[in-house]
């Protein structure tokens, strides 16, 4: 449990964030397909390594999280991702649910699964070097959903694949998901993303969870995709950090994704975070709003690797930047206030 709780600390170290570089092979070969690149396990594998590699990325980043597919590939030069990845001064993880999948019972909702045969698996991953892991609930939001069962069924899920961690010495990153689908406000938004956090700290609870030695991964507090008008940073942060006061102080800390938002909005939002004093770091894990410069940027030309990894530097720095301020200008006093 002592290492967990290093490493939980590790990942959401004073000014740096994780890549979340995780994108399941069917969500990974339609976005390279989107971007006019094959999609075969090698341009893959150049992808995921092209992000790996980019000079300084563990300036700002702590860790990266990858799929089963790329855990498994080498760089070019032979050496086996996680090693590779190790070396380079971050830390390499494992996404370790296999999807949300229709909820058995409860019509237009996901469980995520990937219990079966897991505690293997995890030793597996520690063996090849993972360090933390990743699973992820997703809930929609409608006039009527989630409902209650959705809401429990994911959290116990999240509770399992938490204490299985643990138990493998691997940092679960526990990330409930509530979706910007839709036309919602974004008091919507609050009360269901504080619902799915209250049934996720009841399972923790209940398997005996250490909640210094996770890092939760939570959607920003934001009004829907199809909602008039755009919500100000400072009145996301506001809600956002208003749902997550719900949290005891031990957690390690949180670093949220980005769920679609436009990059620039995303790492505004971030920002706005900071002027908020909380007991725990806030910090981000996206994966769209830090890859998709660089994706679009490649698009699987050789010879722009180069420009793909400075679109990426780009935005790891800025992110690394706003939650860098949270200890220098917005909060005031001494930095273990913030978590450092
Ligand atoms: C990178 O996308 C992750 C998994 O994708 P699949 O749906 O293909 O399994 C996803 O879990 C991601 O880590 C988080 O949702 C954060 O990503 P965003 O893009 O929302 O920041």
Redesign the pocket.
Known sequence: MGSCRQIAQQLVAPGKGVL?????????SSRLEKAGVEATPENRRRYRELLATTPGLADSASGI?F?DETLRQTFADGSPFARAVHSLGVLPGI?V?T??KPCPGLPGETVTEGLDGLSARLAEYAEIGAAFA?W?A?HVITDALPSAGALRSNANALARYAAACQEAGIVPIV?P?VLMDGAHPIDRCAEVTAAAHAAVREELALLGVDLAGIVL?P?MVIEGRDHAGTTSPERVAEATVEVLRAWPDELAGVA??????PPER?TANLEAMQHHRTPWPLT?????????PALAAWHGDPALVGAGQAALAERVAANAAAVRRSHTEFVAGTPTAVGV
């Not at 979340?20 to 990974?28: G, L, N, V, Y």
């Not at 949220?256 to 938002?261: A, E, H, K």
């Not at 981000?284 to 998709?292: H, I, P, T």
Request: hydrophobic share 45%.
């Open positions: 979340a570089a995780d994108e399941s092979i069917a969500t990974m999280i799929a996404k649910d999807g949300a990743k992820r997703v990330e998901e991964k959607n949220f994704l980005s769920g679609g938002q995303a981000f894990s996206f994966g769209r709003a830090l890859v998709d």
